[in-house]
């Protein structure tokens, strides 16, 4: 019966040991980051990409509002902004390596905010020169 009662600890032993591995592996996995307005950026994915990055997909209406305004911006401003246009493969992958998962677009990420969404210019402006 001893024996028994041994055998039953080690396979339940190593049945948390197993479960408790499963879960180390999927967090290291998902250290992607939706985009949700408002949210801030974590500084291991922030550290990766330009202050301002803008990230639409072409025939998008919203994007069609969005961009012409941040590409305007960027001129007043004398920056340079990234822009990934997802319907672009070598740019939906370059934004998914970064760890950015994106599910409405315009995505607008500003000193490691995201905002999700047209703005108006004063809006970005303000966002971007404080």
Known sequence: MKKVKNWIFIVMFIAVLAII?????INQKASSLILVDGVVVPS???SKIPEVVVIYKNGCPACAVAVPR???LEQELGKNFKYYDLSITSDAQEVKEKG???QFVPSVIIKCKVYVGV???EEYKSAIVS
């Open 100 to 102: 950015l998962l994106v």
């Open 70 to 72: 941040l590409q305007e």
């Open 119 to 121: 703005r108006n210019k």
């Open 44 to 46: 291991n994915i922030c």
């Open 21 to 25: 591995a499963f879960f180390v592996i």
